[in-house]
């Protein structure tokens, strides 16, 4: 017997993008605060094109069951060779109910509400511009990975907080990624590109192929109140180009190819069928609506470090093609080490190591304690006053972690050639 798979609309209806329309379909009266931004659950590249290996970076994700059938897609971004990048929606559970309501302000009004996560082994990670799924098994080609953690932003809604990370359970080793603008909002009338999986026509079926489109303009970056539906802080909002199956998708910013949001909700005020499922996403009146990734900076820096992984950012090279520094030698961010470790020493920075008394420092340094952490640092160095100086050495005055940072015993390590210009810089 074929099987078929639905989208998260048909899973869980909160789980795509939202259609600005009431239970029974209608618009929103305006002014009326009730019904800001209420709408059914959505998420397809209308009018777009074909993606090419150019977008490989743009990912499928599929909820399966313990078999490996899919029960429902999505759309993500590879930011990392082990972190996805995608919505809330694609990776919790959601009520029966597909009313979405926010505010302005990013508070709900109505709906929106998030439940447990997946199991993170239930979320596979496709990759590819083209895709199949077997119709008697249900199983999809292209998996390379599942999820091994989700990250989620603090609280229980969806309103001005529809993103999420996948740490995966194993590394896309040389995979395309994409950079994140975390330091900058979007912009009016910015272009961006809409990206991903979703139903392409008024049909029940999902594309094979990867479909894009280009110039999508930015409407209105939010926060905007008001009648008819309410843009969080958080959110910024574009017209005709995404719906169902799109939803975790990449805005990509067409100036710089950064990723600047994902595809949280929207639609047009009318509801589609399964029979129609674009209509609720055509025409001039769609409104559809990203999660900002620059208002979740803090949370998404959080999740590459603890998944061990560097941020690749706006206008920065890709991070894998920058050689880190080692042991000794210059650094200008603990990021430019293969330590992860940059410490202050007089008016410079240079890359060191953790130490403690099973892993003492090579000689010419002592274990010391840097904001609560032990690190060598040279012996004859005095604290820095930057971002990443030591704490006071032995015989500072004022020094309260000086005995303990000297308290390792120093090996007779041979210290590497970087490490000793870098002394001789430094020490005369």
């Known amino acids: 017997m074929n099987r078929t798979f639905t989208s998260l609309t048909a899973l869980a209806p909160l789980a795509l993008l939202a259609s600005l329309a009431t239970a029974c379909g209608a618009a929103p009266e305006p002014g009326d605060p009730a019904s800001e931004a209420v709408g059914t659950s959505s998420g397809r590249i209308i009018n777009g094109v074909a993606s090419g290996a150019d977008d490989d970076f743009t990912v499928a994700i599929y909820q399966t069951d313990s078999n490996g059938a899919v029960n429902a897609a999505c759309t993500g971004s590879l930011v990392a060779e082990n972190l996805v990048l995608t919505a809330r929606h694609c990776v919790s559970q959601m009520p029966a109910s597909q009313q979405i309501g926010c505010s302005g302000t990013g508070a709900t009004l109505a709906g929106a509400k998030v439940l447990g996560n997946f199991a993170p082994s239930s979320l596979a990670i496709a990759v590819g511009s083209t895709r199949t799924i077997n119709q008697v098994t249900g199983i999809p080609s292209g998996v390379v990975a599942h999820g091994a953690k989700i990250y989620t932003p603090p609280g229980n809604t969806l309103c001005n907080s529809d993103l999420s990370m996948i740490l995966l359970d194993t590394p896309i080793v040389g995979a395309k990624l994409v950079p994140l603008r975390l330091d900058a909002p979007p912009v009016h009338n910015e272009r961006i590109t809409s990206i991903g999986w979703g139903v392409v026509s008024n049909t029940i079926d999902f594309p094979t192929t990867r479909q894009r489109r280009a110039n999508v303009i930015v409407q209105t970056v939010?926060?905007?109140?008001?009648?008819?539906?309410?843009?969080?802080?958080?959110?910024?909002?574009?017209?005709?180009?995404?719906?169902?199956?799109?939803?975790?998708?990449?805005?990509?910013?067409?100036?710089?190819?950064?990723?600047?949001?994902?595809?949280?909700?929207?639609?047009?005020?009318?509801?589609?069928?399964?029979?129609?499922?674009?209509?609720?996403?055509?025409?001039?009146?769609?409104?559809?609506?990203?999660?900002?990734?620059?208002?979740?900076?803090?949370?998404?820096?959080?999740?590459?470090?603890?998944?061990?992984?560097?941020?690749?950012?706006?206008?920065?090279?890709?991070?894998?093609?920058?050689?880190?520094?080692?042991?000794?030698?210059?650094?200008?961010?603990?990021?430019?080490?293969?330590?992860?470790?940059?410490?202050g020493v007089g008016g410079g920075t240079l890359c060191t190591q953790s130490c403690d008394a099973s892993n003492p420092c090579p000689s010419g340094y002592a274990c010391t304690s840097v904001g609560g952490q032990l690190q060598c640092a040279p012996t004859a160095a005095t604290s820095s006053k930057g971002g990443c100086a030591v704490a006071p050495l032995e015989g500072d005055a004022g020094s309260a972690s000086g005995a303990l940072g000297l308290a390792a015993t120093v090996a007779g390590l041979v210290l590497g050639a970087a490490a000793r210009r870098a002394r001789r810089q430094h020490h005369g």
């Open 222 to 343: 939010g926060p905007l109140g008001g009648s008819g539906y309410g843009i969080g802080p958080n959110e910024f909002q574009v017209g005709e180009s995404i719906c169902e199956g799109d939803s975790g998708g990449p805005a990509f910013a067409q100036s710089t190819n950064a990723v600047i949001g994902v595809v949280s909700r929207g639609g047009n005020g009318t509801q589609g069928s399964q029979t129609q499922p674009a209509a609720s996403c055509t025409g001039t009146s769609a409104q559809n609506l990203y999660t900002r990734v620059d208002g979740w900076k803090d949370f998404i820096l959080s999740c590459f470090a603890d998944a061990g992984s560097t941020a690749w950012l706006e206008g920065q090279p890709d991070p894998r093609l920058t050689p880190k520094a080692g042991f000794g030698e210059a650094c200008a961010s603990p990021d430019a080490c293969q330590s992860g470790l940059c410490i």
